[in-house]
């Protein structure tokens, strides 16, 4: 394949998408199994409820005898004892008879439905009840949230809050997921410093490191952060340290084509094989992509804005991908633009911009400041202007991808 | 205050997000602080970038010498030497004569632009320049991104990925921040266990507390597990322990009236001031929510989504308020209904809802399935009928909460 030259956007994010593969399962407690992916269908181990069980605190009675009651020509029947959830005694019940219930406790044999305390008064032995109560009233038949045997997720489901509580309940305790891949960002530079460092004049902050890693953190994935000079052995001492502890490996800077981006040509040297290498979008441009061995690397460009773009645009869905999960990182909306935006016709183009909804509409207003890292760090969405498409008016609705509510909540 | 009565939702949640004190700040190294919100505001401790440099690889010339450079008259100049990014040494140019940089070196005294690699051409110690490149161009100013002693970032701002980026740029290396409180979640009721352990008839697997616990590891607060049965003296000592380790107690059953719902008196008698102790809202009416000395206590019911919702609807947002973020835990939308849903004029109702994009329109759709686990897991919105509204006709669109993408991702 001929890698030096501009591939499309969407073309570059299949390759990335189709050609990452899904982590290896691993056997998680249920506990910690919330956001996972899980690589094995989810089977009921006991049915629950165990017994059909009562829905309110009341009285099990068999339906037919409080058919006609009301307030006016209450039922009357004997209470003939007393079931809670969780203590294992069981009565049984005939025609005339009642025995009292908590909510959870299992049902007397005989006991068809279940009469609300509120619609019963009782002196002694004796309740009055003052409405009907349906077969079935009332009560959780046996297996009706889980049967034992029963599927209750299918292979690639997410685990929802919700979804762990049906699966504890149905008495499932560990998972089968496929694990989030466990990344290093290896950062490039001459000129860059690790936080908490003194700087000299003419060094910076390796802040592109310290944003990836925090999106990382931010889709709960593991990520170990190296920095190295523009010096050749350095670049490949720190690659080789980086694959053999991460699943995968981002490095950042050194990725265009001055005689001094050497990173991509070391890698290569260390048998990185590229699918692509340039791909027509900005910003970005200078992302490259490809494996050594079987571990999946991204070379993004140094500067902030194309780093954190190839990031989140090509890099990440790889990285969603990898752990079962949808491969768009972010929710899509339609917005109104409050200004004109133009990209070139042969060219996908991201826009860092900041989004609002005011009076049930939403508006989208692309964000220009001359810095690049705080137009980063006001963004709450991405504009895209895709391929084959150059201008949008103000006014025209656009589709824009939400980083994080104006209010700062993810 | 009288407690017994039902109070309106609106009115509880509004006593919860008022009542519940912002976490203590916490110092915390600045590369695990995305999430939090900063409790001082962040201050540049360098000037970003600490000199003016180049934001290509490129000529550092004086302005004036290429004003009227094209491909048909070319400016020429004389190369003088090569700065780096990162390396310290500095140079010095007048007219006529251009210093080459790379992407990221500070400027030669006396450069006002840089004009890009590709539009000149070298030979020996000559370059042809092809364009001109006005005062500033390609330069990226001293504290452009941040001087030293701006304020990056305000007190109360959520620490987004790219912000992280942009004060560790700015030097700053330790940020304080509200931090996220730490839970206990106390599970009531006899016949309820952990799950890993073997189920008797009538019993049940303690999914209510896998459920919340998976909700605050979803939103990234950290909680420990109690179960106790329905005994006065059991509840005491849980809920003793809970509130030594933890800054919230949350417990989950015997909130409701029956003699055997303990749970609220026994915590009274620890000293529990309620602020309510039933709400006119459904699912969830028997939320009950108070303080023992300073410890905010939220005594959730014990039906699954009765369960569930008061802690979305009420306890979730007073825990987000703690850290100092926005109590509302998801984000809304309208969407347009597929069919007809009906709650109370003196009630507000909140219904669990599937929602999906199709054809440029959002549409909710109820779910009513006989098992309420199952209702839950399946449900990616929740539909909210506020108090003093009763019936929306279906093709009607009403305000949903965006629980998950339909395809699982958050």
Redesign the interface.
Known sequence: MQVSKFIGFDEALRFVVENVRPSKPETIP??????F?IAEALQAR?S????A?S?K?GYAVVSKDVENASDGIPSRLRVIGRM?????DRLSITSGHAVEV?????LPEGADAVLA?EFTHREGDEISCYRDAGPGRNILAAG???ALGEI??IKG??????????A??????RVSVFPRPKVSVLAT????VA??LP??????????M??????L??FNMECSCLIA??EAEAIRDAARRAVEVSDVLITSGGA?K?D?DLTVNVLRDMGLELLFRRVRMGPGKAAAFGFIKDTPVFCLP???PSN?MAFLQLALPGL?AMAG??S??F?TL?AILTEEVSGDEDWTQFIHADWVDQD?RRHVTPIGL?????S??R?TALIRIPEGTTNFRKGEEIEIQI???P????
């Open positions: 249920l506990s910690e199994g919330v956001g992916v006991v629950c409820p165990s017994l069980s829905l605190d809670e959830a969780g203590t294992g908590t909510t959870g406790a299992p305390v009706a949230d889980a209750v997720a489901t997410r685990l929802t809050p919700p979804l762990v509580g049906l504890a309940a149905s008495g499932v305790d530079g001459t000129e860059i936080p908490g700087l000299r004049p003419g060094q910076l902050y390796a802040s592109n310290v944003t990836l890693r925090s999106w953190k931010q000079p523009d265009w001055s001094r140094g500067g902030p954190e969603l999960l949808p768009a990182p929710s339609e049930r001359t810095s690049r890292l705080q980063q760090a963004a980083l994080h509510r209010m700062g909540l993810c």
